[in-house]
């Protein structure tokens, strides 16, 4: 016995063996009891039936030798004496004795044998004697009408004592369903018994200890190799928390050094890994894309992720070295960052293309200036806030150094092919220029010399029809070939590498020296680049709204506004404070119908209208194809 108790501490699987057992002995011995209750209860379903259909047949049966006796015809007789043989079958039936118990005084075989005493004794010799034709009581034409009615009175008593029987019956199958009932219930009990102590123990001394050793498993992979298991007992489970325990000494051993290499080469490959990974998605954004404001500011919200440094901005360099316009930046006023463009002179920014630092507005972080450059010219710069007194590391250096040549070759190359669309369109519309000069230009001034020689053969003065016809014609030839010469002015015309502002602002001071009035220019282009075809007809407009101010205005000052609104929407504007125009502005004589064209080979619209103060506004608004919402930089100018 002793030896047993030892050995079922030591063996796990031998207390669950004994457990399955039990719940495997349970389970028999139900399904036995059951199967030995069900044998008995074999037939009593039939012999409820039986039992239950000799009240039909007792009513049936009378009923025969009733009409019988009333016919007297030899077939129906021969019918009734046939129903009381099926009942005397139905009585004696197997089915019916086998589902009765065996001891003689249980109620069910008082029952039945009262019944089959009733039937043989009374019932059964009545119903004989009134198919012979003998009877009780007198008769009237063979019938016997007191022995009738005593007849269909013993027959009620008669199912009376069936229905008791068959009552008796489904009691004594009731009894064996509840019996069956309550050995499948304690059966499954003590089961539900079993198995709860069996899952206990499962959970208490072998779930639980399994599932510590794979916590510590777990925690050993990820570097704690200090942990123990208490689960040290002395069966399976235990010896093999004690080797774990050893496993777990000897591997803190081997990797305490280990740990510490281990770390600081996997922060190393991290940090490469991120960096490379910036790298790449950058490159392919600046390479793949105009110079937009959501892939910069995509690219700063990268580098301030990966470097752990606060927000920062990129400025492009626009016409002068010493002015830029703000492309891009993740400063948020309503977060409470410190705006890093503090500084009104944008010559201390780009720091003369090298890389700078200065103290921030806040006095508690310091921007880092770094230029945007190719091999050929500083576009822009980059500004990042860091936090007062921090170095940051060399290969934090490295990566921002690269990515600024990244970021300076990106614009330099899309500037450039900006530059080569705008040089092939430029030469393109020379070309026109030339043709026109040398096809429609000549045939305008051959045409004016024929009229010139009209007039002389007409003579001095002409004919007064004849000389109205000459001066419309006239008119109309000048009017053609002064069009002309502005069209070809038009085409002519260039937009040199500076760009659009730079070309205003030359535009002003030729209409300024040419009319000998003031011109105000005002370009808030807040870093966004037109097309090159935007930007012709952008400044062809402009030229036109101007030219007409020179010619007709009689204006003593104008203003000329070209900016770009959140909504991404640029507009041109230009204002006088001339004579205005009475009614619709003369389409043909102002140049009018050209800028109209223009406006809408833009996408845009052009409206003029007088203004309350006096003068005439022009102004032109449309949606660059380019452009992203505008960042709040601005570029003044002013011509006398």
């Given at each position: 016995?002793?030896?047993?108790?030892?050995?079922?501490?030591?063996?796990?699987?031998?207390?669950?063996?004994?457990?399955?057992?039990?719940i495997?002995?349970l389970?028999?011995?139900?399904?036995?009891?059951s199967?030995?209750?069900?044998?008995t209860?074999?037939?009593?379903?039939?012999?409820?039936?039986?039992?239950?259909?000799?009240?039909?047949?007792?009513?049936?049966?009378?009923?025969?030798?009733?009409?019988?006796q009333?016919?007297?015809?030899?077939?129906?007789?021969?019918?009734?004496?046939?129903?009381?043989?099926?009942?005397?079958?139905?009585?004696?039936?197997?089915?019916?004795?086998?589902?009765?118990?065996?001891?003689?005084?249980?109620?069910?075989?008082i029952?039945?044998?009262?019944?089959?005493?009733?039937?043989?004794?009374?019932?059964?010799?009545?119903?004989?004697?009134?198919?012979?034709?003998?009877?009780r009581?007198?008769?009237?034409?063979?019938r016997?009408?007191?022995?009738?009615?005593?007849?269909?009175?013993?027959?009620?008593?008669?199912?009376?004592?069936?229905?008791?029987?068959?009552?008796?019956?489904?009691?004594?199958?009731?009894?064996?369903?509840?019996?069956?009932?309550?050995?499948?219930?304690?059966?499954?009990?003590?089961?539900?018994?079993?198995?709860?102590?069996?899952?206990?123990?499962?959970?208490?001394?072998?779930?639980?200890?399994?599932?510590?050793?794979?916590?510590?498993?777990?925690r050993?992979?990820?570097?704690?190799?200090?942990?123990?298991?208490?689960?040290?007992?002395?069966?399976?489970?235990?010896?093999?928390?004690?080797?774990?325990?050893?496993?777990?000494?000897?591997?803190?051993?081997l990797?305490?050094?280990?740990?510490?290499?281990?770390a600081?080469?996997?922060?190393?490959?991290?940090?490469?890994?991120?960096?490379?990974?910036?790298?790449?998605?950058?490159?392919?954004?600046?390479?793949?894309?105009?110079?937009?404001?959501?892939?910069?500011?995509?690219?700063?919200?990268?580098?301030?992720?990966?470097?752990?440094?606060?927000?920062?901005?990129a400025?492009?360099?626009?016409?002068?070295?010493?002015?830029?316009?703000?492309l891009?930046?993740?400063?948020?006023?309503?977060?409470?960052?410190?705006?890093?463009?503090?500084?009104?002179?944008?010559?201390?920014?780009?720091?003369?293309?090298?890389?700078?630092?200065?103290?921030?507005?806040?006095?508690?972080?310091?921007?880092?200036?770094?230029?945007?450059?190719?091999?050929?010219?500083?576009?822009?710069?980059?500004?990042?806030?860091?936090?007062?007194?921090?170095?940051?590391?060399?290969?934090?250096?490295?990566?921002?150094?690269?990515?600024?040549?990244?970021?300076?070759?990106?614009?330099?190359?899309?500037?450039?092919?900006?530059?080569?669309?705008?040089?092939?369109?430029l030469?393109?519309?020379?070309?026109?220029?030339?043709?026109?000069?040398?096809?429609?230009?000549?045939?305008?001034?051959?045409?004016?010399?024929?009229?010139?020689?009209?007039?002389?053969?007409?003579?001095?003065?002409?004919?007064?029809?004849?000389?109205?016809?000459?001066?419309?014609?006239?008119?109309?030839?000048?009017?053609?070939?002064?069009?002309?010469?502005?069209?070809?002015?038009?085409?002519?015309?260039?937009?040199?590498?500076t760009?659009?502002?730079?070309?205003?602002?030359?535009?002003?001071?030729?209409?300024?020296?040419?009319g000998?009035?003031?011109?105000?220019?005002?370009?808030?282009?807040?870093?966004?680049?037109?097309?090159?075809?935007?930007?012709?007809?952008?400044?062809?407009?402009?030229?036109?709204?101007?030219?007409?101010?020179?010619?007709?205005?009689?204006?003593?000052?104008?203003?000329?506004?070209?900016?770009?609104?959140?909504?991404?929407?640029?507009?041109?504007?230009?204002?006088?404070?001339?004579?205005?125009?009475?009614?619709?502005?003369?389409?043909?004589?102002?140049?009018?119908?050209?800028?109209?064209?223009?406006?809408?080979?833009?996408?845009?619209?052009?409206?003029?209208?007088?203004?309350?103060?006096?003068g005439?506004?022009?102004?032109?608004?449309?949606?660059?194809?380019?452009?992203?919402?505008?960042?709040?930089?601005?570029?003044?100018?002013?011509?006398?």
């Amino acid at each position: 016995m002793k030896i047993f108790h030892t050995l079922f501490e030591r063996s796990l699987l031998l207390r669950l063996g004994i457990a399955m057992a039990a719940i495997a002995l349970l389970t028999v011995l139900g399904m036995a009891s059951s199967i030995i209750v069900a044998e008995t209860m074999q037939g009593g379903g039939a012999a409820i039936d039986l039992a239950g259909s000799l009240r039909m047949q007792s009513h049936r049966i009378v009923n025969l030798v009733l009409l019988a006796q009333e016919r007297q015809n030899p077939d129906d007789k021969r019918v009734a004496q046939a129903a009381l043989q099926h009942f005397n079958l139905t009585l004696r039936d197997g089915r019916l004795l086998s589902a009765l118990p065996t001891d003689p005084g249980s109620a069910s075989q008082i029952h039945y044998r009262a019944l089959v005493n009733d039937w043989q004794q009374h019932l059964q010799p009545a119903m004989l004697a009134a198919l012979e034709g003998t009877g009780r009581g007198g008769t009237t034409a063979g019938r016997t009408y007191a022995g009738d009615a005593a007849l269909l009175g013993e027959i009620d008593g008669f199912v009376e004592r069936v229905d008791q029987f068959v009552k008796q019956l489904s009691q004594n199958m009731d009894a064996k369903v509840t019996l069956q009932r309550t050995i499948l219930g304690v059966s499954l009990f003590f089961t539900i018994v079993v198995i709860f102590v069996s899952m206990y123990m499962l959970h208490t001394e072998v779930l639980v200890p399994l599932l510590d050793l794979l916590n510590y498993a777990e925690r050993i992979g990820h570097g704690q190799f200090d942990i123990r298991t208490q689960h040290t007992g002395p069966d399976e489970l235990g010896r093999l928390g004690r080797a774990f325990n050893g496993m777990a000494a000897e591997l803190s051993k081997l990797y305490r050094n280990l740990e510490i290499r281990v770390a600081e080469k996997t922060a190393e490959l991290s940090r490469s890994n991120q960096s490379l990974e910036l790298l790449y998605h950058s490159i392919a954004r600046l390479y793949n894309g105009p110079v937009a404001r959501d892939t910069y500011a995509i690219l700063l919200k990268d580098i301030e992720s990966v470097l752990d440094i606060g927000h920062g901005s990129a400025c492009l360099v626009e016409g002068e070295r010493d002015r830029a316009s703000l492309l891009a930046s993740t400063f948020v006023a309503e977060a409470g960052d410190v705006d890093l463009c503090h500084v009104s002179n944008c010559a201390e920014c780009l720091g003369g293309a090298v890389m700078h630092q200065r103290l921030a507005g806040d006095s508690q972080h310091t921007i880092l200036a770094l230029p945007l450059m190719d091999a050929e010219r500083q576009h822009g710069v980059l500004q990042l806030e860091i936090q007062k007194g921090r170095t940051l590391e060399a290969w934090q250096m490295q990566l921002l150094e690269a990515l600024c040549r990244h970021i300076g070759t990106a614009i330099g190359t899309a500037r450039k092919s900006e530059q080569s669309r705008r040089v092939s369109l430029l030469e393109e519309r020379a070309v026109i220029a030339r043709e026109l000069h040398d096809s429609l230009a000549q045939s305008l001034s051959f045409m004016k010399i024929q009229v010139s020689r009209l007039q002389s053969v007409l003579g001095t003065p002409p004919p007064a029809e004849a000389g109205k016809i000459l001066s419309e014609l006239r008119q109309g030839l000048n009017s053609a070939y002064r069009e002309l010469r502005e069209l070809l002015t038009t085409f002519r015309l260039k937009i040199e590498g500076t760009g659009l502002s730079s070309a205003l602002q030359d535009t002003v001071t030729e209409f300024s020296g040419r009319g000998g009035i003031q011109i105000q220019l005002d370009v808030h282009l807040a870093g966004c680049r037109l097309s090159a075809n935007e930007e012709i007809h952008v400044l062809q407009i402009i030229r036109e709204a101007l030219s007409n101010v020179v010619h007709h205005a009689r204006a003593r000052q104008v203003k000329a506004l070209v900016s770009f609104d959140s909504d991404g929407i640029l507009s041109a504007t230009v204002e006088d404070d001339g004579i205005g125009f009475n009614g619709s502005p003369d389409m043909h004589h102002y140049g009018m119908a050209i800028m109209q064209e223009r406006a809408r080979s833009l996408g845009g619209k052009l409206e003029t209208e007088n203004r309350a103060t006096g003068g005439t506004r022009v102004s032109l608004s449309f949606k660059p194809a380019t452009c992203n919402e505008p960042a709040p930089v601005q570029l003044h100018g002013f011509a006398t």
